[in-house]
């Protein structure tokens, strides 16, 4: 082979190509004629440093843009890595070989893969492969290595159009598995498909009996140290998974069946294909649902066989991923007992039921788990999920504020386990006898037992635009009427504060994007709702649906109107109200007039809450928006979020303000921002005389015992003190050090 020449005449095709795909394909098939080599492939790194197949000459042309090696993982994996060739006669015999089914490689015996080096980054490996088991010449492979260098020339700087995910959010029903949520990377499960294998003949029978033998020995084995891991961990009913898998491996009628195919002429892992699937079949025809579910155990057993059997193991990502969730479409026994429980977040089955081993298993073990959600399309390795095991759904995506919501639902759900279960049914009364109304805020359907759980004596603030937020286009009236029903039945004779959509500003509608300079002051909550009124009227209508037959039916609902500054806004509201009943009506729905109030956040309420209390039934402190916007602090921004603090001296003062001109105007009065939840801040709201707080779910039981604890009598005095003081560490120190004498320090600095 004259070298250059070659060289020359590949670089010179590809350049002749327009698109880079063309360019890629044209090398490989090039390379594979210059060389003799069986199979050449290209595979690109993608963002995440997964290997990507982009061409290939010789393997299965389903897997190019497909096939793909998780960072570091398999040979090319490690060729990456390294930097370094790896040129071996037998890749399978390699530790680092991890075999693509969907390739359909096996056929190929050598291996030698070359890094592609772009400005000291690896951007992809050249790779060449034959049926013959040969380490190629240091001729072939210094060919490979010079080419891979102009290649690094030819590929675009950006990565090729592999099949990225698209990376909006994205909410996917499946059906309930194991309680709980779970915030974190996905790991896909579903490299090797035991029921993807094709026929082929086998050329020794004798010895593939022998190795199907050696086979069940070894997996018997792997089955028993997977039970051994797992082993603190299970109760009795679920160790029964793998006596089940021991089972199955014992049976003669799954042994001999292999045997006998084997004999038939077919190789062994298409022989296992077909027993596998025959008895898969017998179960999956069975009438009992329990016993219709063993076919995924089967599935399981065979797939891990046939895993063991082509040397594949699953290597999980590093540490620094974080916690993990499996996706796949049979997250097995094996996948879950691979993992590290500590990383384990979730688990996520495109297939199953409830009564899949493995969401038996995800119950025994606290991991939440939605099963059956089908395929979930563009996710890779390290996707971001949250699996929402007590609805059934995944979301894919997550934007900040969902997952902001969602880690808070994870606190509160921890909190439920914690040390103050026991306050659950005592009231909030201090020991001088003042008694606080403690409600839960949410937003999420999740969020709705936590609350319950925890002793919530209602809903203090409902933020719709949760349920907007994790949709694909604005809810119906019909879907959002289901999901108010759902609040206002589990709250059934407790009151509900609905507050209409508060979208913009810090909580943006993927569907509804909207640009603006300076969102904080912009476009958002009633301003929004009242410019887009058919969305108003649309979900006035779904509210008071679901309160349909009002207290009468244990509905208690009450409307919550957000951002509100101006009267014309209170006014337009009610039109819309009125027009709604008035509709409603006509359409013989049984519907009341709910109570309706404002969040006071924008500053310019608090002057003008005298002049609006005869047109309010309530109001409701949003201490997080009037903080940021009496200090000029945006809450979420982090370069000032260090010097947003809600003990602001101008806060207090103003919220004081808000109580006394509440108390006048006999307005109920509540709050609902995070500092509900701050225990100083508590025992300032307290002695300034608010009796209701609302709060997240897991916040409830401290606040409780905060309340149980202190004297409304000694609160009085310490906000008095505080109401003098000017400056937040100032107050603080006032606050908590009160909170440490009456041995309440353990409330402080934690969740
Ligand atoms: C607030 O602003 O204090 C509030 C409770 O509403 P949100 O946090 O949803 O803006
Ligand atoms: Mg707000």
């Not at 020339?153 to 194991?178: D, N, Q």
């Not at 479409?329 to 384990?344: F, G, H």
């Not at 977040?345 to 119950?363: D, F, M, P, Q, R």
């Amino acid at each position: 082979m004259n070298t250059l020449q070659e060289l020359t005449r590949i670089v010179q095709a590809a350049a002749a190509a327009d698109r880079t795909e063309d360019q890629v394909k044209l090398i490989v098939e090039a390379i594979h004629r210059a060389i003799a080599v069986d199979v050449c492939s290209l595979y690109i790194a993608a963002a995440d440093g997964a290997m990507v197949l982009v061409a290939s000459h010789g393997l299965d042309q389903q897997a190019v843009g497909y096939s793909r090696l998780p960072a570091g993982r398999g040979l090319v994996g490690r060729v990456a890595q390294t930097r370094h060739p790896i040129n071996v006669a037998k890749a399978a015999a390699h530790p680092d070989f991890c075999y693509l089914a969907e390739t359909r490689e096996d056929e190929f015996t050598s291996f030698c893969g070359v890094p592609v080096v772009r400005a000291g980054a690896v951007v992809g490996v050249l790779v060449v492969q034959s049926r013959e088991g040969r380490v190629m010449s240091a001729d072939e492979q210094a060919f490979l290595v010079t080419l891979s260098t102009q290649l690094a020339l030819v590929l675009p700087p950006e990565p090729l159009a592999v099949h990225t995910p698209a990376s909006a959010v994205r909410r996917v029903r499946g059906v309930k598995g194991a309680p709980g949520t779970g915030i974190g990377s996905a790991w896909l499960c579903e490299n090797l498909d035991l029921y993807s294998v094709p026929d082929r003949p086998c050329e020794d029978p004798a010895a593939a009996i022998t190795e199907w033998h050696q086979l069940l020995s070894t997996v018997s084995k792997d089955v028993a140290n997977e039970r051994r891991a797992l082993g603190d961990q299970l109760s009795e009913g679920v160790s029964g998974v793998f006596t089940a898998y021991q089972m199955l491996l014992n049976d003669p009628g799954l042994r001999l069946g292999v045997e006998q195919a084997i004999a038939a002429g077919q190789w062994l892992p298409g022989a296992l294909r077909q027993v596998v699937h025959h008895y898969a079949e017998v179960f999956l025809a069975m009438e009992d649902p329990y016993l219709r579910a063993r076919n995924e155990d089967l599935h399981h057993l065979g797939n891990k066989l046939y895993q063991s059997w082509a040397g594949a193991s699953a290597n999980l990502p590093a540490d620094e991923h974080g916690p993990l969730i499996l996706v796949g479409a049979k997250v097995s026994v094996s996948d879950i007992a691979a993992c590290d429980p500590l990383r384990l977040a979730a688990i996520v089955c495109y297939e199953g039921s409830s009564l899949s081993h493995t969401a038996v298993l995800a119950n025994a073990l606290g991991v939440p788990a939605v099963m059956g959600t089908g395929k979930l399309k563009n996710i890779d390795d390290g996707s971001p999920l949250i699996v929402d095991g007590n609805t059934g759904q995944v979301i894919l995506y997550p934007s900040p504020s969902i997952r902001l919501e969602f880690e808070r639902l994870q606190r509160a759900e921890q909190a439920l386990k914690g040390e103050l279960a026991s306050l659950r049914d005592e009231p909030a009364t201090t020991p001088d006898g003042v008694r606080v109304r403690l409600m839960a805020n949410t937003g999420l359907l999740a969020d709705i037992s936590p609350g319950l759980a925890n002793g919530a004596e209602g809903i203090g603030l409902y933020r719709t635009e949760m349920p907007f937020m994790i949709s694909e286009t604005f809810p119906s009236e019909e879907e959002q009427l289901h999901t108010y029903r759902q609040v206002l039945d589990a709250y059934r004779g407790r009151p509900v504060y609905m507050r209409i959509l508060d979208i913009g500003g810090d909580k943006p509608l993927p569907y509804f994007p909207i640009h603006e300079e300076n969102p904080a002051l912009g476009w958002r909550g009633i301003r929004f709702c009242l410019d887009n009124s058919s969305l108003l009227m649309t979900q006035v209508r779904a509210m008071l649906r679901a309160a349909e037959g009002g207290t009468e039916n244990g509905a208690d609902l009450h409307i919550l109107l957000p951002m509100v500054s101006n009267s014309g806004e209170i006014s337009a509201f009610k039109g819309v109200l009125d027009d709604a009943l008035q509709q409603l009506h006509g359409e013989g729905v049984n519907v009341r007039r709910p109570q309706v109030g404002i969040m006071v956040e924008v500053p310019a309420a608090i002057s003008l809450l005298p002049a609006w209390a005869g047109r309010l039934d309530f109001i409701s402190i949003g201490s997080n928006d009037l903080s940021q916007y009496l200090l000029a602090l945006d809450r979420n921004n982090p370069r000032v979020a260090g010097a947003y603090d809600h003990i602001h001296p101008a806060v207090l003062q103003e919220i004081a303000r808000i109580t006394a001109s509440a108390t006048t105007s006999g307005l109920p009065l509540s709050l609902c921002g995070e500092m509900a939840a701050d225990p100083a801040a508590v025992v300032f709201l307290l002695g300034i005389g608010i009796r209701t707080l609302s709060m997240s779910a897991s916040k409830l039981p401290r606040i409780k015992w905060l309340l149980r604890s202190f004297s409304a009598q000694d609160a009085a005095t310490l906000a008095q003190k505080a109401l003098t003081l000017d400056n937040s560490a100032d107050i603080r120190t006032l606050l908590e050090g009160a909170l440490h004498q009456r041995g309440l320090g353990r409330l402080l600095g934690s969740e």
